[in-house]
């Protein structure tokens, strides 16, 4: 096999790609394979961390009210699932926090110059993770790989950014909300957090559920790509349907809610199921209880 690398961030997928194909037992058979492998894995992880690569992204033509919609990247995830073919189990951390993962998984480390609070108490950024300028994380909190944060997003105690999760600028993940990984299928849309959004405490957000700006979840609100929720604003109901995943519209304020089970033996004894509603869209008293204090984005 005859490989050239590029020094581009953007071609860091093509230098992959050769790679993909192999499977563990071929790439400890081969030193040299394995360490070119290694550098080209490098490089992606590199680019993902830089935002130059990203598992999803915008793109124009049908889809939300501005007129783009959310495109997936398999080559992001194929490259993620390779690096756990790709690694070796090894001791990692220190005495006062050991662990053993795949040695392609490092955490993250950042640069003061990169301007990522990290306040301690046992929070991991795993490499591969993209952290944009001003994010604050609050221990103990975890970033997958594959997963981008945006510019300004507060990321508060016992919250989990699961693998490829892709979260707007300006967003608060409040304390111990849940945003799903999705690594399979690769073809899968990953969960979607747009801007400025408010995950209320306890949230759960996942199977690709996409959130649009602005929406606020309330506390213990969980969203599932079987959930359907109740617009009681615009009198209509919200699933996900074929290829289109649950898609929360821009500025709903959804809270939790419940419906009585239709079986007579389930109504009989009075059993409802969880029905979370919107209940009104975003004004400017929802804004002021919703806005993060300028200090905290510094």
């Known amino acids: 096999m005859t490989i050239t690398m590029s020094h581009d961030p953007n071609n860091a997928i093509a230098d992959l790609a050769p790679f993909l194909s192999l499977s563990a037992d071929e790439l400890n058979a081969d030193a040299l394979m394995a360490s070119r492998a290694r550098t080209a894995f490098d490089r992606f992880l590199t680019a993902l961390e830089s935002g130059a690569v990203r598992a999803a992204h915008r793109s124009s033509g049908v889809g939300d009210d501005d007129g783009s919609t959310w ?21 990692l951390g220190d005495a006062g926090l050991p662990f053993v993962d795949k040695d392609t998984y490092p955490v ?22 993209h952290v944009g ?38 967003v608060h993940i409040s304390a111990a909300a849940q945003i799903g990984g999705v690594l399979e299928p690769v073809g899968a849309l990953p969960v979607i957090i747009e801007d400025d959004v408010l995950l209320g405490g306890n949230t759960g957000v996942y199977e690709g559920t996409i959130v649009g700006a602005r929406a606020v979840l309330g506390a213990g609100v969980v969203l599932t790509r079987s959930t359907r929720v109740y617009d009681l604003v615009n009198e209509t109901e919200i699933v996900a349907h074929g290829d289109q995943p649950l898609m929360i519209p821009p500025g709903a304020v959804v809270v939790p809610g419940s419906r009585p089970v239709s079986s007579t033996w389930g109504a009989a004894r009075g059993l409802h199921i969880s029905a979370p509603m919107i209940v009104k869209y975003r004004d400017d008293k929802t804004d002021a209880k919703a806005a993060l204090e300028s200090v905290l984005r510094a």
Request: overall charge positive; glycine content about 14%; hydrophobic content about 45%.
């Open 71 to 91: 495109v997936v990247n398999p080559a992001v995830k194929l490259g993620v699932l390779f690096g756990f073919r790709l690694g070796q189990l090894v001791a």
């Open 108 to 129: 993250r480390t950042f640069a003061l110059s990169e301007r990522v609070r990290v306040v301690p108490g046992g929070s991991s950024v795993r490499r591969g993770a």
């Open 133 to 170: 300028v001003g994010v604050t994380i609050m221990p103990p909190a975890y970033i997958n790989v594959g997963a981008f944060v945006d510019e300004g997003t507060l990321v508060d105690s016992h919250a989990l950014v699961g693998s490829c999760a892709q979260v707007g600028k300006r």
